[in-house]
């Protein structure tokens, strides 16, 4: 007979693992909370157990957003940040458990700390939580992201060099933030640069720095570098296929021996950051053309975290366009809402600025639709022609979408397990819905 865990041993586990447990039921009453949550938070059990996540979520509220709240509207797992009354900053990973009828019996939270502000007597309580609360957040409950974000944290507490890829308006700032907000590291300067955005001759004195004198115009005193600024904490350079050849040599310096030396010193500079690079476009491909070098491609390809575009990962764009639309209607000082229909037409579109253009078409409704109910006929959404059937669920839409990206999956690929590399799932995952795909054809 297998020994049983006692209830004493069972409390002692909930209460001293790493992350913070958050448990609720299927009404979103909170249950219970461990040790490791209120420590993080600054909540307690006493506060939370009993109350309903409905009325402790909203502006002004305990939290700012809550993954729970989205697993009992979606039916599935959930990862999101939100901002706590008591100014921290969480990410949470929401797990449904299901009863034997297939409904929702409890949700598991499972939370990460990504506070970084420090209290002094220059920040005070109400300032923090008010930026917290104007930062962006992450929202999704899509598998591929899931895995990306599962991935992220992982490496997160290492030193290891990332380098990040996917399309524009995918999300790689903000994930690159996260990362470095569930670092070691995150108590130190996280500095963000665009190599595409800084003119090529400056961009050398701005990330290494200069001496005094070093060229016309150069401050008598020199100046530190964005390298520098950044000592202890992490360095993200966003768009590095567009930092110029002759300095990509400087920045492997970097890499290998965490020294340079500044714009027209003669002196070392030791530093100590972790680098994450981004990039839009295929480096291997600029590796192949002689545009980018290969020696430092590999040297930033260590951990290499791929993110999809946004019409991969559909499912989550009705959680998106929730998340957004709360977001402009508080910024906005409205109570606009999209109707069922536009929304499920809005998970069909191709999306080809990804997250960036969804965001950016939702404040664009919310600002310019006279009433409260935006619809297909009042939204300035270009794009909107395609009529969707009454009939067909936003759930019935997707499925359909998914059929049709597995059938020219298994066309183009043919194993499970190249399908699910493909696809960024399991190949459990990959051989569950092709089993079900044949089960339905031939039903």
């Known amino acids: 007979m297998q020994p049983r865990l006692s209830p004493k041993l069972l409390q ?18 909170t249950i219970a909370v461990n040790r490791t949550f209120e420590e993080m938070s600054g909540l307690t059990h006493a506060e939370l157990a009993g109350r309903s996540l409905y009325d402790m979520v909203g502006e002004g509220k305990t939290f700012s957003g809550s993954a729970s709240l989205l697993v009992i509207k979606h039916k599935k797992p959930v990862t999101a940040t939100y901002s706590t009354s008591t100014g921290r900053k969480l990410l949470v990973k929401g797990r449904p458990v299901f009863d034997a009828n297939d409904e929702i019996e409890y949700i598991i939270n499972t939370i990460w700390d990504l506070t970084v502000v420090q209290y002094s007597h220059q920040i005070d309580a109400d300032t923090a939580r008010a930026h917290l609360l104007s930062e962006e957040d992450l929202v999704t409950c899509s598998e591929q992201m899931m895995a990306v974000i599962d991935l ?61 004198g070093a060229f016309t115009g150069a401050n008598s005193k020199g100046k530190a570098g964005l390298l520098e600024i950044a000592q202890g904490g992490t360095v993200f350079l966003d768009e590095i296929s567009e930092l110029p050849f002759h300095l990509q040599s400087k920045l492997l310096g970097v890499l290998q021996d965490k020294q340079f030396f500044r714009v027209g010193g003669r002196q070392l500079q030791q530093v100590d950051v972790r680098l994450i690079a981004a990039s839009n476009k295929d480096l291997a491909s600029l590796v192949a053309e002689g545009r980018f070098r290969e020696d430092l491609y590999y040297r930033l390809n260590v951990v290499p975290i791929h993110l999809p575009p946004l019409r ?57 639709t006279p009433g409260d109910l935006i619809t297909q006929d009042n939204a300035m959404i270009p794009g909107l022609t395609q009529e969707l059937p009454d009939s067909m669920t936003l759930k019935q839409l997707l499925a359909e979408h998914e059929k049709k990206i ?26 569950r819905k092709l089993k079900n795909l044949r089960e339905e054809t031939y039903s």
């Open 12 to 29: 002692i586990v909930f209460d001293n693992v790493y992350n913070g447990i958050y448990i609720v039921d299927s009404r979103g009453v």
């Open 152 to 212: 992220s944290l992982r490496v997160a507490a290492t030193d290891s060099t990332l380098l990040l890829s996917g399309e524009s308006g995918v999300g790689k700032s903000l994930l690159a933030r996260t990362i470095h907000r569930a670092s070691q590291r995150k108590q130190q300067p996280l500095i963000q640069i665009n190599c595409a955005a800084i003119p090529e001759n400056l961009i050398e004195a701005e990330l290494f720095g200069y001496e005094g």
């Open 312 to 368: 991969e990962r559909r499912d989550d764009i009705p959680a998106l366009i929730e998340y957004f639309t709360d977001k402009y209607n508080r910024k906005h000082n409205s109570y606009k809402k999209f109707s069922n229909n536009l929304v499920q037409q809005l998970v069909t579109m191709p999306w080809k600025g990804n997250i960036r253009e969804l965001e950016n078409h939702i404040e664009r409704s919310i600002v310019t």
């Open 406 to 431: 597995l059938l020219k999956a298994r066309e183009k690929f043919g194993t499970t397990r190249r399908i699910a590399v493909a696809l960024g799932i399991s190949q459990a995952s990959a051989a």
